[in-house]
């Protein structure tokens, strides 16, 4: 038999330490990068050209250098500039938030320059602050446009949480990993693994569908 | 830190050729999930009888595992079945499985935003399906699709690094070399090679942005 039911049967108890890990590393790292995000998207959008700058800098970058080069930095390169060891679990946090961070800043940018500049001039001219127009006028609108692709990033980290393996923290992927030095069973061992990611990614890329449905889609906003 | 150290002709020579690597594995990648992808999409964009469902299963089903666990399987589960693959195979093979479903789902989309009155209007002026299809349809849907998929060939770029589990001598491999011979190199190096990442992402993404504009 090509597949040993054993494998699941005797590790269940760390597939679900597994899973948990890379649930906790999900959701802890959307928050984050939610609200690092939302910040860096704020920058974005300032009148102020250097705030721009950096925001643009941030986004930029790190959209565009890969997730494991990140890990490892937070794994090799902070210890050696700061002087402290994070705790694995830490670093892979901080490494995924880092990166979706910069994803999510670049949605909640487009989705707030989606709204038509006329908005706030209204808004404006009826009296409202910059600040209570942002927060009674455009944010209200923009917020529809980000669920989607916020949706979309939270299904990513699911599968970026993945990373974990190589810094030693605790998900999914690492227990497999640890699974499969006991079993040497590398193949039933990963398709059991593969078979817990998509009971956590299947239902999530349904609802994902059906945000998309519910909430229209925009030109610039990438998913 | 020792920039100069880091930065030596012989080093940088090395991170080079492992950025050649990279790009080898994300071109040969590129071409490969292109084509499986147009095939994919069109077959689930005209319901192609079992096919079509078929396709859709295996689609859904890759694009929500991680890559890395399908490198890990191509590379260490295979050989338990018989399939034995050198580091380079191993990790193209995953990277085309991944990114085909991906793709290919940007292909679908192309292809169900084009019209529907263009292929009444190619089916009414005497062309069978499959010629509308052919020179209709799928012309348009894939210049409009430039974007997207530029951007997934940019996440694809990235993501050859994974194969950095595997000791594929590409990049982050080179870095991971490097950095182990003296501390005093890793920062230098990282910022190297993030250096390389960010240049050719970054051009891509230009160009993407300037394609858009033209097309929309």
Redesign the interface.
């Known amino acids: 038999m ?1 597949i040993q039911f054993s494998v699941l049967t005797e590790h269940l108890d760390r597939y679900l330490i597994g899973l948990g890990g890379t649930v906790a590393a999900s959701v802890v790292s959307l928050l984050a990068s939610f609200v690092l995000g939302a910040m860096i998207a704020v920058l974005c959008i300032t009148p102020v050209k250097p705030l721009q700058w950096v925001g643009t800098a941030y986004v ?2 790190f ?7 990140i890990a ?2 937070v794994l ?2 902070v210890p ?2 700061t002087g402290t060891v994070l705790v694995p679990f830490i670093s892979g946090l901080t490494a995924l938030t880092v990166y979706t961070s910069a994803f999510i800043a670049e949605a909640i940018r487009a989705g707030i320059q989606s709204v038509p500049q006329g908005q706030m001039e209204a808004a404006r001219s009826s009296g409202l602050t910059y600040l209570q127009a942002m927060r009674y006028v455009i944010l209200p609108q923009a917020v529809r446009l980000v669920i989607p692709p916020l949706g979309n990033q939270f ?1 990513n980290l ?6 974990f ?2 810094l030693s923290a605790s998900d999914l ?1 690492y227990q ?1 990993d640890l699974i ?1 030095s006991d079993t040497f ?3 039933s ?3 059991f ?2 078979l817990f ?2 009971i956590l ?2 239902p ?2 349904f609802g994902i569908r059906y945000l998309e449905r519910r909430f229209p889609r925009v ?1 610039g906003v ?2 | 830190m020792d920039f100069v150290g880091a930065w030596s002709p012989v080093n940088i020579q090395f991170l080079l050729s492992g950025f050649l690597i990279t790009l080898k594995v994300a071109l040969v990648s590129i071409v490969a999930s292109f084509t499986i992808s147009v095939v994919i999409g069109t077959v689930r964009y005209a319901q192609v009888p079992v096919f079509g469902k078929l396709c859709a299963v295996i689609v859904e089903t890759v694009r929500n595992l991680p890559l890395l666990l399908i490198i890990f399987f191509t590379y260490f589960a295979l050989p338990e079945i018989g399939i034995k693959l050198d580091k380079f195979t191993a990790a193209v093979i995953a990277l085309v499985i991944f990114e085909s479903a991906m793709i290919s789902e940007i292909v679908r989309g192309g292809l169900n935003g084009v019209e529907k009155g263009l292929t009444e209007a190619g089916r009414s002026s005497g062309l069978t399906s499959v010629q509308t299809l052919k020179h209709i349809v799928l012309p348009i849907a894939l210049r409009r699709m430039v974007p997207p998929l530029v951007s997934q060939f940019i996440s694809l770029l990235k993501d050859t690094s994974l194969a950095v589990v595997i000791a594929l001598p590409e990049l982050m491999n080179h870095v991971q070399i490097i950095n182990g011979h003296n501390i005093n190199y890793v920062i230098p190096t990282f910022l190297f090679a993030a250096f390389l990442y960010f240049t050719i992402n970054y051009l891509l993404s230009i160009v993407s942005r300037k394609l858009e504009n033209k097309h929309t």
């Not at chain 1, 959209?63 to 080069?69: A, D, F, S, V």
């Not at chain 1, 699911?158 to 990373?163: D, L, P, Y």
Request: hydrophobic share 55%; proline share 2%.
């Open positions: 090509l930029e970058f959209r565009n250098i890969p997730l494991i080069l490892f930095f090799v390169g050696l500039l299904l699911v599968k970026n949480s993945s990373i393996t190589v992927m497999a499969n069973d590398t193949f061992t990963y398709i693994a593969a990611y998509l990614t299947i999530l890329s030109k990438e998913a």
